[in-house]
């Protein structure tokens, strides 16, 4: 006979209902984050004299107000790289202590100042751009550490806001502003850097951020439990179908990611300097690594249901393994076109979150019409998808400047 608490609990209205709209919010921080992040990659073209390697200035009356409203520095293509670049280490070097701080302190002060310091940053990167280019690599490395707790921290919000049978769903909410903030960066970037010059891109974006701080502090609460507005029985419904998580073991597949990243770099290096392997072949190897070692983690878990310890050390490597495309695919860009580098990566990255929304939503239906053997069809569909797209990689990857991204001198009279 079944007993009254084994009954599932009562299910909450969907996206009318309270957790759908701290999901719609997160979202819309991940909007501000992203496009903090990318809109340097566009703005790099009109801030670096490119015409003129000698930074001579045109004298002429259109040409000096338009670098008032555009200021133009000359910085070289490894500064320029740098530049793009230094997000990216402070976006690296935070993860393991945010994912195991997370669980410990409260999610919405962490997320919230960070969201703020990325945000003041983004209005400080003009001013430091005219002070110098090393205080916009400390703004941007600053930025990075920022962008990387709002990155991380927000997964720690489903342990108490999301039901088992929806975090497909909420997850995908919030994720997919990693999509739409690059897709509005490259679509008002040049509009604004036309029309208000491009120090105007910081300046919106940043003071965009800084409202929504407010927001944040004003609509979320780390825990169900503790908020004014939702009702009794949204709480009720929430609390009642969730168990606790880890967030150090959450952790743990960025700090062996982390660890794999840097030796990777290192390895891949020496390859090229002992002339043991050839670019393309690095590029090449690293990635096969960084797509078939996930998969093939990925499709033994089902195996391990009995093992607890076997079943988090698979999903550590399956997590950790997937940082050898660092020496692969994710810097072939830099091979091929080094000057165009910054909107490579942009797309690049706008077209993989694309794929990560997709999969989240994926994901949650699975485990809706077959939670028998959802996580066996997951991870089968999973290792599927990154097999054919190394077979893909593996055709037509190069690692030679190509002929469209050749630097073209320009002779004066």
Known sequence: MQMDNELPPKKAPGFCSFRYGLSFLVHCCNVITAAQRTCLNLTMVVMVNSTDPHGLLNTSTKKLLDNIKNPVYNWSPDIQGLILSSTFYGFVIIQVPVGYFSGIYSTKKMIGFALCLSSVLSLLIPPAAGIGVAWVIVCRAVQGVAQGIVGTAQFEIYVKWAPPLERGRLTSISTSGF???????????????????????????????????????????????????????????????????????????????????????????????????????????????????????????????????????????????????????????????????????????????????????????????????????????????????????????????????????????
């Open 179 to 413: 999509l739409l903030g690059p897709f509005i960066v490259l679509l008002v970037t040049g509009v604004i850097c036309e029309s208000l010059g491009w120090p105007m891109v910081f300046y919106i974006f940043g003071a965009c951020g800084c409202a929504l701080c407010l927001l944040w502090f004003i609509l979320f609460y780390d825990d169900p439990k503790d908020h004014p507005c939702i009702s009794i029985s949204e709480k009720e419904y929430i609390t009642s179908s969730l168990v606790q998580q880890n967030g150090f073991l959450s952790s743990l597949p960025y700090l062996f990611g982390w660890i794999c990243g840097i030796l990777v770099g290192q390895l891949s290096d020496f390859f090229l300097t002992r002339n043991i392997l050839s670019v393309i072949a690095v590029r090449k190897l690293f990635t096969a690594a960084g797509f078939l070692l996930p998969a093939i983690f990925g499709v033994c878990l089902p195996f391990l249901s009995s093992s607890f310890y076997g079943i988090v050390i698979f999903l550590i490597l399956a997590g950790a393994t997937g940082s050898f495309c660092l020496g692969g695919v994710l810097i072939n860009g830099l091979d091929i076109a080094p000057r165009y580098f910054g909107f490579i990566k942009a797309c690049s990255t706008l077209s993989g979150m694309l794929g990560g929304l997709i999969a989240s939503t994926l994901t949650g239906l699975i485990l809706r019409q077959d939670p028998e053997s959802a996580w066996f069809k997951t991870f089968i569909l999973m290792a599927a998808i990154n097999v054919t797209g190394l077979i893909f990689y593996l055709i037509v990857a190069k690692a030679e400047i190509q002929d469209w991204a050749k630097e073209r001198q320009h002779t004066r009279l």
